[in-house]
């Protein structure tokens, strides 16, 4: 059973910075891409960012370019997101998603997995 678990999310005033994190148990990372995605009010959810099984490869949504890194680190089974700059409509519940093996994990599609989620609220 793969369990996701996400920390970091919070409230923060816009330009401000958070740090995300995400622990996932029941198969080990390495083989797999990794991602986050958003669901903010009202809204469907939305590819925020995405990293390769190698982290060689990232892939981001146009809102978080420049903003927004994603990193992994496969011997703590653990994939980050470092969001920047953060605005009042980057408030959403922020998931961690585990992609399905050897995808690229550039796409929705590529993602079976995803946690509860965190919240993050970015006041102006």
């Known amino acids: 059973q793969v369990q996701l678990v996400e920390s970091g999310g919070g409230l923060v005033q816009a330009g401000g910075s958070l740090r995300l994190s995400c622990v996932q148990s029941g198969r080990t990372v390495s083989n797999y891409p990794m991602g986050w995605f958003r669901q903010a009010p009202g809204k469907e959810r939305e590819f925020v960012a995405g990293?390769?099984?190698?982290?060689?490869?990232?892939y981001y949504a146009e809102f978080g370019k420049g903003r927004f890194t994603i990193s992994r680190d496969n011997a703590k089974n653990t994939v980050y997101l470092q969001m920047n700059s953060l605005k009042p409509e980057d408030t959403a519940v922020y998931s961690c998603?585990?992609?399905?093996?050897?995808?690229?994990?550039?796409?929705?599609?590529?993602?079976?997995?995803w946690g509860q989620g965190t919240q993050v609220t970015v006041s102006s």
């Open positions: 998603a585990s992609g399905k093996r050897y995808s690229s994990g550039r796409y929705a599609d590529d993602y079976d997995y």
């Open positions: 990293i390769s099984w190698s982290g060689g490869s990232t």
